[in-house]
């Protein structure tokens, strides 16, 4: 694959890219929160044959800016949006892990002639809970006044299953080296912007008839089954769904299930 800069509205932003030469269609994929692009590479080698494929290192992650204002799940819609534009690629079915499921319903809303469908993962449709506003309000400013060590457990037993937290050593390993690449004072206004200022997305499908494909962990502590529940209500009624036994990150967690969802949702 080869990594770009592309200029958008909330700086320059890190894609990957790899094109097919006889694409079924584009398949643009944004990580979650505290993960790059390369957060897909597990899953990414079953499709690059038969699609275009675009890897966005979100604002404040990898080779991406860093915004230094708040800005709104559309906003990352936006940007979604320049970088298809950018490769004058007329639309793409976008696969998101938690922030990514976020922009991907906002995109549906907002572009909708530019969205094949929807792969969610660990994500949901409602906006924050005023409990999770107030520790949101507190979080950002604790990394980046002390730093990721003093959070390392909080932080790894949010984001796997408790089976993976305290009996798969690689992954832990794997998961804090992805927190220890980033700048917590730059990173600062994202983690205000996608964690305590998102907007509810309860209404982006709303009459929407898009292929989705909803992904989500029976462990997952942050995207519990109300929220699942939730999402899902709020989906097409062809809604595919597939449940796994993990925590806050299928990817990480059960990268050969989330290949095989995706490979059955993308044939049917």
Request: include cysteine; charge should be neutral; glycine fraction near 6%.
């Given at each position: 694959?080869?990594?770009?800069?592309?200029?958008?509205?909330?700086?320059?932003?890190?894609?990957?890219?790899?094109?097919?030469?006889?694409?079924?269609?584009?398949?643009?994929?944004?990580?979650?929160?505290?993960?790059?692009?390369?957060?897909?590479?597990?899953?990414?080698?079953?499709?690059?044959?038969?699609?275009?494929?675009?890897?966005?290192?979100?604002?404040?992650?990898?080779?991406?800016?860093?915004?230094?204002?708040?800005?709104?799940?559309?906003?990352?819609?936006?940007?979604?949006?320049?970088?298809?534009?950018?490769?004058?690629?007329?639309?793409?079915?976008?696969?998101?892990?938690?922030?990514?499921?976020?922009?991907?319903?906002?995109?549906?809303?907002?572009?909708?002639?530019?969205?094949?469908?929807?792969?969610?993962?660990?994500?949901?449709?409602s906006g924050p809970k005023r409990s999770e506003k107030i520790?949101?309000?507190?979080?950002?400013?604790?990394?980046?006044?002390?730093?990721?060590?003093?959070?390392?457990?909080?932080?790894?037993?949010?984001?796997?299953?408790?089976?993976?937290?305290?009996?798969?050593?690689?992954?832990?390993?794997?998961?804090?080296?992805?927190?220890?690449?980033?700048?917590?004072?730059?990173?600062?206004?994202?983690?205000?912007?996608?964690?305590?200022?998102?907007?509810?997305?309860?209404?982006?499908?709303?009459?929407?008839?898009?292929?989705?494909?909803?992904?989500?962990?029976?462990?997952?502590?942050?995207?519990?089954?109300?929220?699942?529940?939730?999402?899902?209500?709020?989906?097409?009624?062809?809604?595919?769904?597939?449940?796994?036994?993990?925590?806050?990150?299928?990817?990480?967690e059960a990268p050969s299930d989330v290949t095989a969802a995706?490979?059955?949702?993308?044939?049917?």
């Open positions: 694959m080869i990594k770009e800069q592309i200029q958008t509205s909330l700086g320059s932003m890190a894609v990957a890219i790899s094109q097919s030469s006889n694409p079924k269609g584009t398949l643009a994929f944004w990580p979650g929160m505290f993960f790059d692009g390369t957060m897909w590479d597990p899953v990414l080698d079953a499709f690059l044959t038969d699609y275009n494929i675009l890897v966005i290192d979100p604002p404040g992650h990898g080779g991406s800016d860093a915004p230094q204002k708040i800005f709104s799940i559309k906003d990352c819609s936006v940007i979604l949006r320049e970088i298809l534009d950018h490769h004058a690629l007329p639309s793409c079915m976008i696969v998101g892990l938690s922030w990514g499921g976020f922009v991907a319903q906002s995109f549906c809303k907002h572009f909708p002639d530019r969205c094949d469908g929807l792969v969610l993962m660990n994500t949901c449709a520790m949101f309000t507190i979080i950002p400013r604790l990394l980046a006044r002390f730093g990721v060590k003093n959070f390392e457990s909080a932080l790894t037993n949010a984001l796997l299953s408790k089976s993976a937290a305290k009996g798969n050593r690689m992954l832990v390993s794997k998961l804090r080296n992805y927190l220890h690449l980033l700048d917590y004072k730059a990173l600062k206004p994202v983690l205000f912007s996608v964690m305590k200022h998102r907007e509810d997305l309860s209404d982006c499908l709303n009459g929407s008839d898009i292929p989705c494909l909803v992904i989500y962990g029976d462990q997952d502590p942050a995207m519990d089954a109300v929220r699942s529940e939730h999402l899902i209500s709020r989906m097409p009624a062809n809604v595919s769904i597939t449940k796994l036994p993990v925590g806050h990150n299928a990817v990480l995706m490979k059955r949702f993308l044939l049917a």
